[in-house]
């Protein structure tokens, strides 16, 4: 089994800013994903409402361009760069100061529970136009 990312469905919109692909992994309980980020975004605002207001997903994953940073909710972050294989725990949010692509693999029931309200939060933002919000502070 092997996929392109164009031929992987979509999860989220791409409205120019960037967007998550994912397909299940046969009769795995884990989705292969691509995602990828064209500008600068802070995902932290995305989560409000899920509990402790952070994602509720385990991420396994290889940067295959750019960098991240993880905001954990004790507060510690690390930078997470080009060429890196991570592994990042539930209860954190992502802040991409420069476009950036990503492979992960991600446990199904999570990621779905993530993606319901991440589209949600998604369609708030295209609708109220309100991108500044989402963008890192510094």
Known sequence: MHFQPDDIPSLTPDHGSGGMRS?????????????????????GPFYKGLPDDTCPCDHYGYVKSGSFRVIYTDGSQELIEDGSVYFIPKGHHF?????CELI???????LQQLMQHFNVELAKVAEEGDVDSYKPKR
């Open 95 to 99: 802040i991409y100061d420069e476009a």
């Open 23 to 43: 397909i299940r992994a046969g009769a795995t309980n884990m989705e292969i994903g691509y995602s990828w980020c064209r500008t600068p975004v802070d995902t």
């Open 104 to 110: 992960e693999f991600n446990p199904h029931d999570q």
